[in-house]
């Protein structure tokens, strides 16, 4: 079965540093991979993904991932946190024989000023 | 504009009076499902949907129903809601499946059952 692990479920740091939000995956076949981004009181946007081609994957915002295969990782990052990045992430893996996503419990940012 | 629509956004209801969550998105997409958001446990999906007449359960589907008359529409019906159903919940859809395709998500819907 294939599922995703965010190690860490709040992150804060200063405005201006950088963002490392980590996330482990275990798939038995190339994974599609996903990372979004959820604002309070509003819906899912869609940061970045990857699905097999080029492994250091460019987003919106400035936020970027790399898919580590010898290290079942796709950390988020970003090298400098603004004070709108404030939001809930979460790492999604894409279940290939039924399309379904699987989503990890979630990791909140918090970006002092 | 590439839209989900869900509605009620936000609604408050008492325990075993049936609602109806609607969903509908205007891109043609194949593929449409719901989840439910609940704090610590990130999204899990209820139900799915590949195309017209064609659905399935998820993860989590006890106590919910769902249709796919139309291709647009994927209403999420509780028959009997219960208090454990208090949850945001998300509408979603896709061309083909989530596998390299933008998946897009509603804005959500708030019920509270008391």
């Known amino acids: 079965a294939q599922s995703v692990t965010q190690l860490d479920s709040h992150v804060s740091v200063s405005e201006g540093t950088p963002v490392l939000l980590r996330c482990n995956y275990s798939s038995s076949y190339s994974p599609s991979l996903f990372w979004y981004v959820q604002h309070p009181n509003k819906g899912l946007q869609l940061l970045l993904k990857?699905?097999?081609?080029?492994?250091l994957v460019k987003g919106i915002n400035g936020f970027e991932a790399e898919f580590k295969k010898s290290e079942t990782s796709f950390h988020l990052t970003k090298p400098s946190a603004h004070m709108s990045d404030a939001a809930e992430y979460f790492c999604v893996v894409s279940e290939w024989y039924t399309d379904k996503l699987i989503f990890g419990t979630g990791t909140r940012l918090q970006v002092f000023p | 504009e590439a839209q989900v629509t869900q509605n009620p956004r936000y609604l408050i209801t008492v325990t075993g009076k049936k609602l109806t969550v609607t969903c509908s998105q205007n891109?043609?997409?194949?593929?449409m499902s719901w989840y439910r958001q609940d704090p610590g446990l990130g999204l899990r999906q209820i139900y799915y949907s590949m195309n017209v007449e064609v659905t399935d359960k998820g993860d989590v589907p006890e106590g919910y129903k769902v249709s796919r008359k139309e291709k647009r529409n994927f209403p999420l019906i509780l028959e009997s809601p219960s208090p454990n159903q208090t949850s945001l919940y998300f509408c979603a859809s896709s061309l083909e499946g989530s596998d390299g395709n933008t998946i897009y998500f509603g804005e959500g819907s708030w019920l509270t059952v008391v």
């Open positions: 891109m043609n997409h194949e593929y």
């Open positions: 990857y699905t097999s081609a080029a492994t």
